[in-house]
């Protein structure tokens, strides 16, 4: 039996096995430094280049770094060594999905919890470009906190995988879960056959079986090619409508994720989640209980309360490492290993900033209410930035996290969720990029100041200097 190194480069110790495939094995790992729990994918290198998947790791390493979404499992780092390659990803105690579902039919708000992040995590991949092509319960894991984690990218395609007539061609995925078109081998959307691997996905969750089923494999694919599956009864009307629209074997007709959202089973959801926030919001309210002023305190020391707040970040900052720092510098060019780097997106912006997060937070309130921006708390660092008025696409909604580099280096992302781009990219250079001023360091696009800024942030990470990464 090969041995795991029990100690991975003074950084993780490295702990039972938690799967393996045919080039790779997966092992439980701690990080030494911050007692974090992770994953760590040991891939073979000399497998890999034996049988010519060099480029599929890179484009598994260039997906992840890419899909930066709260429903995706993140990819903390990369090292190699002179035979392996490791993949430091995010650790998913909860297990696959299939686990679940293997046991039988999902009560229908739990089902819908699932399809909403797993439809979340599929929108935001689409918008990058990234096309899953193996979406199944096995590639759905489940965090501490029972959040779905979409993983394994290794089948994953990139916009520029498409061929001269705008298609992929690469006949992937797994047969129960694979749309129709990608059986016919005449070139597919990989929005639209990611869109279907979802609705089967759906059927599952609700059903607790699949939709298309035969011992003979050819007799499966005509199922799936014809549509032939049943819905039982115990689907709701609005949910067998979305799954049939879903698991239409016609391409050029079936339902969009945009539509999918707009259907009556996935807003049921949002109006009953929505009602039980509330509800959660009403009895906090009722059992809150005042905290006793000090003595010497008064009421009216709400300057002295924010003075103390701009000192003190929030607990638990996304932490960026140099693996993160370096995806988001075209200047540091490390293609021998993941390949090229995406372009800019329009969708999202980023500054950094020498500010403490406290005074960033602050800002960032202070600027939102001058734009007539509803915030919201999400998670530390992460907050919800909602327009007050309809936009072309709706009214804009946008993401804006800060991250963490060093103590006094912090690096903040704002990306648009929901609305149009354009305005997006007017609200951003005309409103909150003067507005922010006294926080921003540099903005992006800034280019000599910004390669000034990131080389500063992996100077101040000493542990980056030692992780001496290889090209494949």
């Known amino acids: 039996m090969e041995n795991k190194p029990s100690v991975l480069t003074d950084r993780y110790e490295v702990g039972r096995l938690l799967g393996q495939g045919t080039f790779a094995k997966v092992y439980y790992a701690r990080s030494v430094h911050t007692n974090e729990s992770v994953a760590i994918k040991m891939i073979d290198k000399d497998k890999v280049l034996r049988v010519g998947l060099s480029d599929q790791i890179k484009r598994e390493i260039s997906v992840m770094r890419i899909a930066k979404h709260p429903n995706v499992v993140s990819l903390r780092e990369v090292m190699a060594t002179k035979s392996r390659i490791y993949f430091v990803i995010e650790y998913c105690k909860g297990g696959e999905l299939f686990n679940r579902v293997s046991k039988g039919k999902l009560r229908e708000d739990v089902a819908w919890k699932y399809f909403h992040q797993l439809i979340d995590a599929v929108d935001f991949c689409h918008s990058r470009g990234v096309y899953h092509r193996d979406i199944k319960p096995e590639n759905l894991l489940l965090d501490d906190n029972e959040n779905l984690k979409v993983s394994d990218f290794g089948l994953s395609a990139l916009a520029d995988c498409k061929r001269g007539d705008g298609l992929l061609h690469t006949t992937c995925g797994t047969p129960a879960y694979v749309a129709p078109e990608v059986i016919s081998r005449k070139g597919y959307d990989g929005c639209k056959a990611d869109v279907w691997s979802c609705g089967v ?80 919001q009403l009895r906090e309210a009722a059992v809150h209980v005042p905290i006793p002023m000090e003595v010497g305190e008064s009421s009216g020391s709400s300057e002295n309360g924010e003075s103390r707040r701009r000192e003190e970040p929030p607990a638990q900052l996304a932490y960026l490492n140099a693996f993160d720092i370096i995806s988001l510098s075209a200047g540091f060019d490390l293609g021998g290993l993941f390949g090229d780097a995406a372009g800019n997106d329009k969708r999202e912006s980023r500054f950094a900033s020498r500010k403490p997060a406290g005074e960033i937070i602050c800002k960032l309130e202070e600027v939102a209410r001058g734009l007539n921006l509803k915030i919201r708390k999400q998670d530390a660092g992460l907050f919800k930035l909602e327009g007050s008025k309809e936009g072309r696409k709706g009214a804009l909604s946008m993401d804006a996290e800060i991250f963490q580099v060093t103590q006094t280096f912090h690096l903040v992302e704002v990306k648009k969720c929901d609305g149009d781009t354009v305005e997006y990219q007017r609200l951003v250079e005309e409103d909150l990029r003067p507005a922010l001023g006294d926080v921003v360091w540099v903005w992006q696009g800034d280019k000599e100041k910004e390669e000034q800024q990131l080389k500063r942030g992996l100077q101040d990470q000493q542990e980056v200097e030692q992780q001496n990464l290889e090209p494949l």
């Open 201 to 280: 996905v759906l059927f599952v969750l609700l059903a607790g079986y699949l939709p298309f089923h035969d011992s003979n494999l050819m007799e499966m694919y005509r199922k799936i090619g014809r549509g032939d599956f049943k819905c039982p009864g115990w689907f709701a009307p609005e949910a067998k409508r979305l799954v049939c629209k879903m698991l239409d074997p016609n391409h050029e007709t079936r339902i969009t994720v945009s539509r999918i959202r707009e259907s009556s089973w996935f807003r049921k959801g949002l109006h009953l989640k929505q009602r039980k926030m509330e509800k959660q």
